[in-house]
């Protein structure tokens, strides 16, 4: 099992966007345990708890933001017209 320190920028990275992309998050409560999974999963480990809690935020942050431009685009998207024409 390979442990993920904040030096491993790259790792987590990789970590955080596989972990949006593969995984549906039914509440912001679950995140934490659902990332915990996941990365059991990938046979990581992050020891640092507040470096956890911080990466939990930023998915929290993330599927916030991506709920959000998908809402808008359905709402908005059809009727927004190009800047070219």
């Known amino acids: 099992m390979q442990i993920v ?5 790259e ?11 593969t995984n549906k998050v039914e509440s ?12 059991r999963k ?4 992050i020891e640092d708890g507040t470096l956890f809690n911080e990466l939990s935020d930023l998915i929290e942050k993330s599927l916030w ?4 431009v998908v809402n808008w685009f359905c709402r908005y998207g059809s009727s927004v ?4 024409g």
């Not at 912001?28 to 990365?39: G, M, R, T, V």
């Open 5 to 9: 320190t904040r030096e491993d920028v």
């Open 11 to 21: 790792t987590i990275k990789i970590l955080v966007n596989e972990f949006l992309v």
């Open 28 to 39: 912001k409560e679950s995140i934490p345990i659902e990332f915990l999974k996941y990365l």
């Open 42 to 45: 990938a046979d990581k480990k």
């Open 65 to 68: 933001i991506k709920v959000y």
């Open 81 to 84: 017209k190009s800047p070219s």
